[in-house]
């Protein structure tokens, strides 16, 4: 049902918009997240729209950088990525749930999840 795209290569300091599309159904959602995935690494939390309050949470890591947007006109969230870093290479992952729950940086809370995309920043 979520569809992520607009992963690719990079070089540092470049941007990414990623998309997540709801298909077959309606982004009824009030809790819509990114996570990624390095190689050997645990899937990590990369931030959360809480949709009834439109509000934004970040992981450290990302804050400043990363911003969530969600378009409901076309059942999609987005994840831009600005002034991207080696580190950021991973594989992303977009996640919904229908209710929001206070442990929103955890992976398995989550109800719905697309299948991926990979992207990749060269330095």
């Known amino acids: 049902q979520l569809q992520a795209s607009g992963g690719g290569l990079v070089q540092a300091g470049g941007s990414l918009r990623l998309s997540c599309a709801a298909s077959g159904c309606t982004l009824n959602t009030d809790a819509m997240a990114w996570f990624r995935q390095a190689p050997g690494k645990e899937r990590e939390f990369v931030g959360a729209?809480?949709?009834?309050?439109?509000?934004?949470y970040y992981a450290d890591s990302v804050k400043g950088r990363f911003t969530i947007s969600r378009d409901n006109a076309k059942n999609t969230v987005y994840l831009q990525m600005n002034s991207l870093k080696p580190e950021d290479t991973a594989v992303y992952y977009c996640a919904a749930r229908i209710n929001w729950n206070v442990q929103y940086t955890t992976a398995r809370h989550y109800e719905y999840w697309g299948q991926g995309t990979q992207v990749t920043v060269s330095s």
């Open positions: 729209l809480r949709w009834s309050l439109r509000r934004t």
